[in-house]
């Protein structure tokens, strides 16, 4: 008899520990989950602003090569108009100019890069 209670109790006790257990690990299998889908959603955010930023890159290399294209356009032309200058008034007006065109490029290349952050890194 005193076997049969004593049995009983530690069926009795086995059973609460073992539902605890399973709480615990379906609370922990909650949690789990939760942070799982949290992560989900952050590496979602981040492939979203890596592939802004990749577009964002793309135009401004774009850019900068159409701009250089068009400086290259400005070089030859001056080389040609150099060429063909006969007075020192002229070559003055030919080094302005040459100036004049590396002027233009230091600033395209500040203005894509200030354009380029204010877009991405607000």
Do not use: P, W
């Amino acid at each position: 008899m005193v076997l049969k209670i004593i049995g009983a109790l530690l069926v009795v006790v086995s059973a609460y520990f073992y539902g605890f257990h399973q709480g615990q690990n379906k609370e922990e299998l909650k949690n789990a989950r939760a942070q799982i889908s949290t992560l989900e959603r952050t590496i979602e955010e981040f492939k979203v602003k890596q592939t802004s930023d990749a577009v964002a890159l793309s135009e401004l290399r774009l850019a900068e090569s159409a701009s250089r294209d068009e400086l290259d356009r400005m070089r030859r032309q001056l080389a040609e108009i150099e060429r063909l200058s006969k007075t020192n008034a002229d070559r003055e007006r030919n080094r302005c100019l040459r100036l004049a065109v590396r002027y233009k490029e230091v600033v395209d290349r500040a203005d894509r890069a200030i354009k380029f952050c204010a877009k991405n890194h607000k």
